[in-house]
């Protein structure tokens, strides 16, 4: 039975997904309308275009899946719903993480200053790379969702589905099993972005912070915009990084079913996993000019005709 903190927890959830949905309209807009025209994208376009509308999918999935949750749960069940959503929600999940993951491999690669072959190499042949990247990203998150809609399947008999001794003793090793190959599954669609993202956060954060303090040496005391910016960049990456590695832990504690249905700590996990893909928006917004000014010139659209409809 749902409790009324967790009633509370899922509807934070969704609200926290709405204002995610609106934040990733901007940077999806933003991002789409500087290669409206153009023959070739640019890379960093690219990684954002794809990253906001797989987040902009995925919270509007979170929000269905919520809503079924509170008020439709017995058709929940439902075999073909819930292989569906199940699916759905695990192939836009591991997307949304290896986009990410991306996103902070092109910072690392365009921002940092190493001097290792392998690292200019990179750097070199990244506008090159990205479609390759992406493509890639989205077949390993198909191929690791693809399971889940036979789980899906074995839950929906283990849930709605009455029988004898026998074979419930047969179909509780079969989930076992089934559940063992999905463990592997998942750390391998999982892991892999987590690594990419930690590894190159923290090679960019080493490279902004080193070049910062060679700034600060080299200083005359007055206010110098150039360290300004780093120190905001190392803010930024810092945040970004923040909310990936909480959002991947929220991720993992209800993929693999660590808490009861609707008990305190999964309806936690749940308000945490969606406001990450939010704060991580916002970070993103608050870190771009060309992000930041979209929704200025929206904003002067409104008083504009607000100012010409009240004359």
């Known amino acids: 039975m749902m409790t009324s903190f967790a009633l509370l927890c899922l509807s934070i959830a969704i609200m926290e997904s709405l204002a995610g949905i609106l934040g990733n309209g901007i940077i999806l807009a933003a991002s789409s309308s500087s290669c409206i025209g153009s023959k070739t994208w640019p890379p960093y376009d690219m990684i954002m275009i794809a990253l906001s509308s ?19 749960e017995p ?15 695990m192939f836009l999940n591991y997307s949304s993480l290896w986009f990410g993951a991306w996103l902070s491999v092109f910072y690392c690669i365009k921002v940092a200053s190493f001097t290792q072959p392998f690292f200019i190499w990179l750097k070199l042949r990244i506008a090159r790379l990205v479609p390759w990247m992406l493509l890639t ?19 929906h ?17 079969t989930r076992k099993g089934s559940l063992g190959l999905l463990i592997l599954i998942c750390n391998a669609g999982i892991g892999m972005p987590l690594i990419m993202s930690v590894v190159s956060s923290i090679l960019l954060i080493w490279s902004l912070w080193i070049h910062t303090r060679q700034m600060q040496n ?17 803010k930024s990456v810092c945040s970004l990084l923040i909310f990936y590695v909480a959002y991947f ?17 999964k309806s936690i996990c749940i308000a945490v ?3 990450c893909p939010t704060g991580h928006s916002i970070v993103l917004i608050w870190s771009n000019p060309k992000f930041r000014e979209l ?17």
């Open 54 to 72: 797989s987040k902009i999918s995925l919270q509007c999935w979170i929000i269905l899946d919520l809503l079924l949750t509170i008020f439709c």
């Open 75 to 89: 058709s929940y069940f439902e075999e073909n719903i819930f292989g569906f959503l199940k699916t759905g929600y």
């Open 137 to 155: 990203s989205w077949l390993c998150s198909f191929t690791a969702a693809i399971p889940f809609a036979w789980n899906a399947y074995s839950v």
């Open 157 to 173: 008999e283990n849930i709605t589905a009455t029988s004898s001794m026998t074979n419930s003793s047969a179909r509780t090793a």
């Open 218 to 234: 080299n200083a005359s005391g007055f206010r110098d915009p150039s360290l300004e910016a780093h120190m905001k960049a190392i």
């Open 249 to 265: 832990i929220a991720f993992t504690f209800l993929l693999y079913n660590l808490f009861l249905r609707f008990s305190t700590p």
């Open 273 to 275: 996993m969606a406001a």
């Open 295 to 311: 929704p200025a010139r929206i904003w002067h659209h409104i008083n504009c005709s607000v100012r010409i409809t009240t004359m």
